[in-house]
């Protein structure tokens, strides 16, 4: 039987890097594959889960915003495993509040990681995984927050049933277009640029596990959105009320869903609670 293997992404510091010490210690029975797009960090922070006795971990590479990169990754995990059984895509950015960059920079760069970075990593690796495998995508709170911010025309599309991977597609490219021209809210979109990304990775997930169902409905994959929760990080900053370790909760116990679940599948998640959206 091939060995397991589990892909953590931007799992180099923050929540990415707790996850990946919380699947140790949930006692995951295969490799855990840290990803970083910084090859130097990736192999420091290696290097001192080793030392603290986290010997199933191996670095490679990834820069999610790199289509290269990804399927470079595709095919390590392929020659070397033949399969993924966990996916969990938590690269992401966020500008902080006090960023000077103009509002459409930011929602371009923002969107380049956040939504487009993770759809091209899914479209890499998403084709390798096993039965019962696992895939957990890093939305946030955020996410349900900006959803409620949108207009009724918009919050109707990002909630439907059967919106298209190309439909939402075009929607994230028609917010940082709006964006950059500055009439976003005119336009029914919501003023922060994290949480339209974030809406797209939330409906993204829907899509995803809607084709799964279609596609593998006998294999048993289980994939999900979820809120980690405001964590101190430094992406958010020192007052954040949950620290990486619990962050890390919801997304390892996504991961480790046993074998013979069916649910959830195609949620947004926080604190091990299906969220309506």
Same mark, same amino acid.
């Given at each position: 039987?091939?060995?397991?293997?589990?892909?953590?992404? @931007?799992?180099?510091?923050?929540?990415?890097?707790?996850?990946?010490?919380?699947?140790?210690?949930?006692?995951?029975?295969?490799?855990?594959?840290?990803?970083?797009?910084?090859?130097?960090?990736?192999?420091?922070? /290696?290097?001192? +889960?080793?030392?603290?006795?986290?010997?199933?971990?191996?670095?490679?590479? +990834?820069?999610?915003?790199?289509?290269?990169?990804? *399927?470079?990754?595709?095919?390590?995990?392929?020659?070397?495993?033949? &399969?993924?059984?966990?996916?969990?895509?938590?690269?992401?950015?966020?500008?902080? =509040?006090?960023?000077?960059?103009?509002?459409?920079?930011? $929602?371009?760069? !923002?969107?380049?990681?956040?939504?487009?970075?993770? /759809?091209?990593?899914?479209?890499? +690796?998403?084709?390798?995984?096993?039965?019962?495998?696992?895939?957990?995508?890093?939305?946030?709170?955020?996410?349900?927050? $900006?959803?409620?911010?949108?207009?009724?025309?918009?919050?109707?599309?990002?909630?439907?049933?059967?919106?298209?991977? *190309?439909?939402?597609?075009?929607?994230?490219?028609?917010?940082?277009?709006?964006?950059?021209?500055?009439?976003?809210?005119?336009?029914?979109?919501?003023?922060?640029?994290? &949480?339209?990304?974030?809406?797209?990775?939330?409906?993204?997930?829907?899509?995803?596990?809607?084709? /799964?169902?279609? !596609?593998? $409905? =006998?294999? &048993?994959?289980?994939?999900?959105?979820?809120?980690?929760?405001?964590?101190?990080?430094?992406?958010?900053?020192?007052?954040?009320?949950?620290?990486?370790?619990? @962050?890390? *909760?919801?997304?390892?116990? /996504?991961?480790?869903?046993?074998?013979?679940?069916? $649910?959830?599948?195609?949620? +947004?998640?926080?604190?091990?609670?299906?969220?309506?959206?």
């Amino acid at each position: 039987m091939a060995k397991q293997v589990a892909v953590v992404t @931007g799992a180099n510091k923050g929540i990415g890097l707790a996850i990946v010490q919380g699947l140790c210690k949930a006692g995951y029975a295969g490799d855990i594959i840290l990803t970083a797009r910084n090859e130097k960090l990736g192999q420091e922070t /290696l290097q001192k +889960l080793k030392s603290e006795g986290f010997n199933k971990v191996l670095f490679h590479r +990834l820069d999610i915003c790199d289509q290269t990169s990804a *399927e470079g990754l595709r095919k390590f995990l392929d020659k070397n495993y033949g &399969g993924l059984d966990v996916l969990i895509n938590n690269a992401g950015i966020a500008f902080k =509040a006090d960023a000077t960059e103009p509002f459409g920079e930011q $929602a371009e760069v !923002t969107m380049r990681t956040n939504f487009w970075g993770t /759809l091209w990593a899914s479209k890499a +690796l998403l084709p390798l995984l096993r039965p019962n495998a696992r895939v957990v995508n890093i939305s946030s709170f955020v996410s349900k927050r $900006a959803l409620d911010k949108c207009s009724p025309e918009l919050q109707a599309k990002f909630r439907s049933a059967d919106i298209s991977e *190309e439909e939402l597609c075009g929607l994230m490219g028609e917010f940082v277009v709006a964006a950059q021209n500055g009439n976003h809210e005119a336009k029914g979109w919501p003023n922060t640029a994290y &949480g339209a990304t974030k809406v797209g990775v939330t409906v993204l997930s829907r899509i995803q596990a809607r084709v /799964l169902a279609q !596609t593998r $409905a =006998a294999d &048993g994959i289980l994939l999900n959105a979820c809120c980690p929760g405001w964590v101190r990080t430094d992406m958010a900053g020192p007052k954040a009320p949950k620290s990486p370790e619990e @962050g890390a *909760e919801t997304p390892v116990y /996504l991961a480790m869903l046993p074998p013979g679940a069916t $649910a959830p599948h195609g949620q +947004l998640v926080w604190d091990k609670t299906v969220q309506e959206w």
